[in-house]
């Protein structure tokens, strides 16, 4: 079977990837160079954390096995290796209702002294949080190009700065990882940009141990609002500089720098662990998550265009969900049965939800 993958993104070289292994006659391509999209503004979680019971947890911790099965191949693709730390997350409060929700979660409640033997920089006011083992963190641009790399070598062909507009005749399958553009191929897909800031510090010794989040974070996440919405998600990187999120607002391919993003981003940095008001601002980046109008990715078939398959809508989890999405394109391409139910993710919930047949 020829599979043309439109898209060379964390999803798109994860699908290739995935497809690939099985056998099938591979072509990737995309308009920009390597990760021109999103995947080069992602800061690289693996969360299973801020995922509630459901068909999103459960491909997150198909995915989270995945990274683990994946890595050892994948780290001798790129020189330095894929950076796949299983660093753990924690997500702390200040108050005692945000104790009680986080008792809720599937975390391990940690109160004000463990927290800090987890993290001894945190501010003073901080309570406790909820700490999960399962979250990791991996470089995305580098296990991108692994995957990529890992595809041609069992036979795959990348093509780059080359535009797809309509969908190659010579393919038995085209796959849109298209991510946030998603919706110039197959039926009218509700999926649109959704912006994000990152800040950059200069480097850093290892101050900050693991991916740190206040709760508020979670709302955020699950919220469909198109407003600005910052809460602080904190983290180092093992080349040294901090990595301060997260925005989210849904302006369209707007690249305006926010001020407001940014100061708010920095204030909410400095509340959590204040030895971060001294530290220099190297940089400040933007990307386009490819939001989905109901929270899920979208996979599988277009249910009007013939040959076309969806992989995309992750929003800002389609790094760590990457490489379950490429499995289970890859097994429903192949008649393979799926690890996990695939109806929740499938392209047809729109035009039922529409009314418009299916
Ligand atoms: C600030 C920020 C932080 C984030 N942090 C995280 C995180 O910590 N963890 C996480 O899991 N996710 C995170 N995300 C989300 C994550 O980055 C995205 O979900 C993911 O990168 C989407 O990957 P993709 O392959 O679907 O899309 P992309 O990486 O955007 O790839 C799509 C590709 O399609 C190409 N393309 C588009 N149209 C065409 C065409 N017509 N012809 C050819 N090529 C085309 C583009 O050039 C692009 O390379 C974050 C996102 C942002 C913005």
Redesign the pocket.
């Known amino acids: 079977m020829r599979v043309t993958v439109?898209?060379?993104?964390?999803?798109?070289?994860?699908c290739a990837y995935a497809c690939a292994q099985r056998g099938l006659h591979v072509t990737v391509?995309?308009?920009?160079g390597l990760?021109?999209?999103?995947?080069?503004?992602?800061?690289?979680?693996?969360?299973v954390s801020d995922k509630e019971p459901g068909p999103e947890l459960d491909l997150a911790l198909r995915s989270n096995t995945l990274w683990r099965e994946w890595e050892a191949d994948l780290d001798r693709h790129i020189d330095g290796g894929i950076q796949l730390e299983r660093k753990g997350g924690l997500i702390v409060t200040r108050t005692s209702r945000g104790m009680r929700a986080l008792a809720e979660t599937a975390g391990e409640l940690v109160d004000e002294r463990a927290v800090r033997d987890l993290e001894p920089l945190l501010a003073a006011d901080i309570l406790g949080g909820a700490f999960f083992r399962q979250d990791m963190?991996v470089q995305?641009a580098r296990a991108?190009a692994a995957m990529l790399a890992g595809a041609r070598e069992l036979g795959a062909t990348l093509r780059l700065r080359?535009?797809?507009?309509d969908l190659p005749a010579d393919a038995d399958a085209v796959i849109n990882?298209?991510?946030?553009?998603?919706a110039?191929?197959g039926i009218a897909l509700p999926v649109e940009p959704?912006?994000?800031?990152?800040l950059v510090t200069e480097p850093l010794p290892v101050l900050i141990r693991h991916k740190v989040y206040s709760a508020e974070y979670l709302e955020n996440v699950a919220s469909g609002d198109a407003g600005l919405q910052t809460s602080t998600?904190v983290e180092g990187t093992p080349g040294g500089p901090v990595l301060i999120?997260?925005?989210r607002e849904r302006v369209g391919f707007d690249s305006t720098p926010s001020r407001e993003a940014l100061r708010k981003l920095a204030a909410g940095a400095a509340a959590l662990f204040p030895f971060l008001a001294d530290v220099r601002i190297m940089r400040s980046?933007?990307?386009?998550?490819?939001y989905s109008a109901d929270h899920l990715p979208i996979i599988g078939p277009d249910p009007a265009t013939d040959r076309l398959w969806h992989?995309?809508?992750?929003?800002?989890?389609?790094?760590?969900?990457?490489p379950a999405t490429g499995d289970l394109i890859a097994d429903l391409l192949t008649g393979a049965t799926p690890a996990l139910d695939p109806a929740p993710f499938s392209p047809a919930r729109f035009v039922v939800a529409n009314g418009v047949g299916a």
């Open positions: 439109i898209g060379a993104g964390i999803v798109g070289a994860a391509v995309d308009r920009g990760v021109a999209g999103t995947t080069g503004s992602g800061e690289g979680n693996i969360l963190q995305p991108a080359t535009e797809v507009r990882a298209t991510g946030a553009w998603a110039q191929f959704r912006r994000g800031f990152i998600v999120g997260a925005t980046y933007h990307g386009f998550r490819p992989a995309h809508g992750h929003e800002g989890a389609g790094i760590g969900l990457a």
